[in-house]
């Protein structure tokens, strides 16, 4: 498994930016596809946003299309989640999560993920 530790989570109004950050360790990074998934206060754990290995290519879920950007820097073992025009419906706990198998593949469910970080606190206020 690998280790994963995410920050920038915060407060902020509807309409704003943040960008989180994703620090992996303890496995080759670069050889594997990297998730987002949220969970908010009362719902289930939902994907938001994967990129493959080698940042070719990437996938959203339909409610974040157009205002959320992940990327991933693989020379620093590092992947992002850059959000704009947050909506209060955004809010929850953000989680980076590892692919379990090396390869090229785009995974948008949790079964495929195999190493997961503690959480970043995202809460957009109307």
């Known amino acids: 498994q690998v ?3 995410e920050s920038g989570g915060g ?10 950050s994703c620090a992996a ?7 594997y596809g990297m998730g987002w998934f949220r969970q908010a206060p009362g719902k289930e754990r939902e994907f ?16 974040v299309k157009g205002r ?8 620093k073992n590092w992947v992002f989640l850059q959000m704009s025009s947050l909506k209060p419906e955004d ?6 999560a590892c692919a379990a198998a090396p390869g090229i593949g785009l995974y948008t469910q949790a079964k495929f993920y195999d190493s997961w970080g503690q959480g970043t606190q995202v809460t957009v206020s109307s």
């Open 68 to 75: 959320f950007t992940i990327s991933r820097d693989n020379a």
């Open 11 to 20: 407060l902020v109004q509807a309409g704003g930016s943040l960008r989180l």
């Open 48 to 63: 938001v946003a994967a990129i493959s290995r080698g940042d070719v290519s990437t996938y959203y879920t339909n409610s």
């Open 3 to 5: 280790q994963l530790a």
């Open 91 to 96: 809010t929850a706990i953000y989680y980076c």
């Open 25 to 31: 360790s303890g496995r080759t990074f670069s050889n």
